[in-house]
């Protein structure tokens, strides 16, 4: 398949691994390696063990549609269909079998600049919950290229933990393949997680950590504030608050738990020294030394840094 999409990517691709020569990524051996980012190492904590095998129920629940993908106002099929997204712009599109010698993030592919979008795709989704991927897989949110996504079909690992970039995706009412979480707003999140707050916990299934003016305290995301309020919505503050095999990231305006560690971009939050993984230091040219978790001036929260 000649696909102007699939040799854009390789070309934005090969022209990333050059100027972010400190990303990479260890991915499962079945894979081609993703040439932009490393797993998050283990967290320390143990997982479950959970039964990959067995395909999640498909049973209807609270409107839910088995074997399709939410696709803005349409469904499309999984297996058979993508869902190509440009801005509020979403339309269903034909999978089409990728040769073995071009396969690189997953076995079929879609050209979404065939489909009629007005802008270039900065999303494509081959599923959007776990249900839609054969063989006990796990519906993962990965990285694309700078700026856009792809949920696709990632082989799981026997203890459960995470394999996916950022994040499980998941529908209301329907079982995780991670180990110990559950279906919170579309991700799956570790289950019963509190989210450390200075000298509180904050119940994650309802509260984030907000950061405001200097000050931590619990409150739900959408009284944190919006981006740009100035404010900082903490999901995480550390990687015991996420599933085994994400790290705690902290972006501009939030914090959240993913497994792909990305230096260039994002920081890592912490409790102890042992949260900080070598790539911290690994990461950055001429840089040698060992990480440590510590509080950034006038911050109360704490982050790896080189030392």
Aim: hydrophobic share 30%; with cysteine; proline share 6%.
């Amino acid at each position: 398949m000649r696909s102007r999409v699939f040799f854009g990517l390789v070309t934005v691709v090969l022209a990333l691994g050059a100027l972010w020569c400190t990303r990479f990524q260890n991915r499962r051996s079945e894979l081609p390696a993703h040439p932009s980012a490393l797993l998050g190492a283990a967290t320390g904590l143990t997982p479950t063990a959970v039964d990959l095998s067995a395909p999640a129920p498909r049973a209807r629940v609270g409107g839910y549609e088995p074997d399709t993908i939410v696709c803005g106002s349409k469904l499309c099929k999984s297996g058979s269909e993508a869902c190509c997204k440009s801005g509020d712009e979403s339309v269903c599109a034909q999978l089409q079998r990728v040769p073995v010698h071009q396969q690189w993030i997953s076995d079929d592919w879609v050209d979404c600049d065939t489909v009629g979008l007005t802008g270039s795709s900065d999303e494509i989704d081959l599923c959007d919950d776990s249900g839609d991927c054969p063989g006990g897989k796990v519906c993962c949110s990965n990285w694309l290229v700078s700026g856009a996504s792809a949920s696709v079909c990632i082989a799981a690992k026997p203890g459960g933990e995470n394999v996916c970039d950022y994040f499980e995706r998941c529908v209301e009412g329907q079982p995780c393949r991670t180990a110990e979480t559950q279906c919170e707003a579309g991700r799956c999140e570790l289950r019963g997680a509190a989210i450390r707050c200075g000298s509180r916990f904050c119940e994650a299934t309802s509260k984030v950590c907000c950061e405001r003016n200097g000050k931590l305290g619990c409150t739900t995301d959408a009284a944190c504030g919006a981006p740009g309020s100035g404010a900082r919505a903490h999901h995480c503050t550390g990687p015991s608050g996420c599933p085994h095999g994400s790290r705690c990231t902290a972006r501009v305006y939030d914090s959240r738990c993913q497994g792909l560690i990305d230096i260039a971009n994002t920081s890592l939050l912490c409790e102890t020294d042992g949260d900080c993984p070598e790539e911290v230091c690994s990461m950055i040219p001429d840089q040698h030394g060992k990480p440590r978790c510590r509080p950034l001036a006038g911050r109360r929260l704490k982050f790896c840094e080189c030392s």
